[in-house]
């Protein structure tokens, strides 16, 4: 178990840490002239024999209002509070405002020392714990217990600690799945060892040997040593303090800093700009607009960015609302991470979020879907199993277009199989097409199937003539937010029940028979002769139109319509000729192709069908554009004869 400490500067935070570990954490030469914490301490006590391998740690973090960004670079890796407040002072500005942002980074457990009681009368003892318990009880540390401590004569700190090991012990070990993240708080250099990084490991686990990324660098390193609670280790966990030996051509004190990320070799955390988010604010907070310029803390990092509301265009002091952080610079975020937002001069602190989608559309934001799955991501425990963390979303969603298991994957930091089993195990269908991976509910694609077998209809009734819908048309015209990869799996499913037929290119549902409406049909009873006059030289569309005393582009659209039906082929853009007439000339160019050596040559090809050479280049230039045929120098051979035109 992690403990961190929070309180006001002076209130006696190093000293009870001594007096619990005999460890000094203030090892800067600056905090021990001036009695001052600055950076963040660490103290590893040696547990009792009774609880050999029972892990306590401690982080002492600054109270000066000024060193407020170093109490927030320790306190990422806290897992309960030990808010210590002197009795002769009582609470005081750090001490609310520290235990806020544990409150904010939801920190749950506590415990409260309230020290220096050898400085003052037992009355004065009792009136701060009641002031404490009062001020206690309007947050989630409720009921924390209150021990009196004091760190001179040692009143009160052996039953401190022993309740600290006994809680230690009693903590469940914290479930490692996940992709490994560290923040990084600390960089040194250690003689003979090279660059050292530390930090609370945040998700997943890491042994020795292991390859690692850092972020934002996006430096390649490898993991040559690992310190966890001051002791060697092999592998270290989530929710332990880790001090990780980094080698690497790469790797340089200059090029690593606080803020940065250790992450697994195929973790897929990226640089961040815009984040999703549940915000709360604090109750003693100002009333925050929309588009307010905030600072923001996000474990060891921090950087500027102004608050997109998504509900409403304010939000009261204490209440919560769904936003987006637009960030000046990247963040490297997951799902479940929380962030503390203080003023643009980042002297107050204002409140807390979130995150709950690394990578938001960026149009839509404030639609009601949108809203309804971020409503949903909030269901979404921070921690835990993939299948326990992902049960209680399932149930509560059921969007129109699924849900992308690869982006889920991503924003919760886990390996994509254990989404879309999560997702089976809840009773969804899992689609995949390409890179693209969709969950639906038996519902939805029942819903989707309804809607595109609907469209295929108007269609139909729009244009008899076509054989059907060309596919992607048929996508963006019934499901445009579904991605085309998904599209085509989902139509196999539907073809194989019979509830749609496939020509080609062309969708079509298995009653539709292609055929022209009654004015069209009536045309091309008088086209017809007219091309059955001339078949191996049929007239020209504008001839056609000529002699009916048609449109010319009216007359071609007809020929194309009855294109569609199979009942001819445009050859070129003005010479449409009987399908009949082009098997024919199919079975010549066979001919031709058996009987020379060079294949079906133009001069050949005119000769046999009685036409013009110009016309003959032309039909046999049509034959190589649909595969039947090849040009090999000036012949054309036939490489689809036994599949075309039988």
Known sequence: MIVGTAGHVDHGKTALIHALTGVSTDRLKEEQARGLTIEVGYAYPEPPPALAGVTLGFIDVPGHERFIANMLSGAAGIQAMLLVVAADDGIMPQTIEHTRILQLLGVTRAWVALTKIDRVEPARVAEVRGEIDDWLSATPFAGAPVLAISSVSGEGVSALGDTLWAAAAAMAPADAEGGFRLAVDRVFVKRGAGIVVTGTVRAGHISLGERVRLLPSGLAARVRGLRCQNRDVTAARRGERCAINLSGSDIERGRLERGEWVVGAASRIADRQRLDVSLRLLPEASPLKHWTRVYLHHASAHVTGRVSLLEGDSLRPGASALAQLVLDDPLQAAHGDPVVLRDPGARLTLGGARVLDVSPPRRGARKPPRLAWLAALEQLPAEGAASIRLARMWPTIDPPEGVALDALAANVDLELEAVREAALDAGWQVIAGGTAVQAFTSARLSELETLVTARLAEIHQQEPAMRGVEIDRLRRMSVPALPPALFRPLLERWKAAGAMIQHGPFIALPDHRAALGEEEAGRWRRVRPLLEASPHEPPRVRDLATTLGWEEGETRR????????????????????????????????RELDAAFAEGATAAAFRDRVGCGRKLAVAILEFFDRIGFTRRIGDGHRVIQGDMLFD
């Not at 000729?577 to 160019?589: C, M, N, S």
């Open 558 to 589: 007809l020929l194309r319509d009855v294109a569609l039906l199979g009942e001819v082929y445009q050859l070129r853009r003005d010479h449409f000729f009987l399908t009949e007439t082009v098997v024919t000339f199919a079975d010549k160019i």
